[in-house]
Structures are given as C-alpha cells and as structure tokens.
Nanobody, 117 residues
C-alpha cells in the first residue's frame, strides 16, 4: 500500500518562498511519475506540476517559472520549490503518483499553503 506524507507548508507573504516535501512509502515511488496537486477553497483539486520517473518535468502555466518539482529516488522523496508566491497559490497541496491518483487513491492529509497579500 502506498502512502504519501506532505510537509513544509505555512503562511508566507506574497513574493515569498516555500519548499514542500513528500515522503513516500511503498515500492511505487521510484518507478512512478509523481505529481503535486493543490485544492483551493471551493475549487476542485488540480495537478500543477509533475515529474516522470526519469526526471522530465512539466508545469501548468499558472506556476511555470515560479515552481520547481524535483525528486530524490534514493530517499523516496518528492519536492516542490515555490518562489514568487501569489495569494492565488493559497491551497492545500498534495503529492501523489499520477497513476494512483487516477484510481482515486493515495491521497494524504496534504499541507496548507497560505499566501497573504
């Protein structure tokens, strides 16, 4: 059974930075494409950045140039470096395997990111 534990969220002023971490248990991490998702109040959860097992990264336009996703396969850990944060980045952030997420599984507690203006 795969589990993901997110950490690193907090309250930051607009323009600030945060680095999120996601610790993964289970064997799925190394072989999986992994993503960072977020859910803002009253909105659906959205995928904002993902990284293939080989390290290829992709971002949605709203975070491109500001967020960087990376992974440490030796430590089964996923990261999201978030710079130049905006109030509209306020959300609960989750990590998940892209495949597991499509099955509606693997969701952890997430980590709250709040950006004040």
């Amino acid at each position: 059974q795969v589990q993901f534990v997110e950490s690193g969220g907090g309250l930051v002023q607009a323009g600030g930075s945060l680095r999120l971490s996601c610790a993964a248990s289970g064997r799925i991490f190394t072989a999986s494409g992994m993503g960072w998702y977020r859910q803002a109040p009253g909105k659906q959860r959205e995928l904002v950045a993902w990284i293939s097992s080989g390290g290829t990264t992709t971002y949605v336009d709203s975070v491109k140039g500001r967020f960087t996703i990376s992974r440490d396969n030796a430590k089964n850990t996923l990261f999201l470096q978030m710079n130049s944060l905006k109030p509209e980045d306020t959300a609960v952030y989750y990590c998940n395997s892209l495949t597991v997420a499509l099955m509606g599984r693997g969701w952890g507690q997430g980590t709250q990111v709040t950006v004040s203006s």
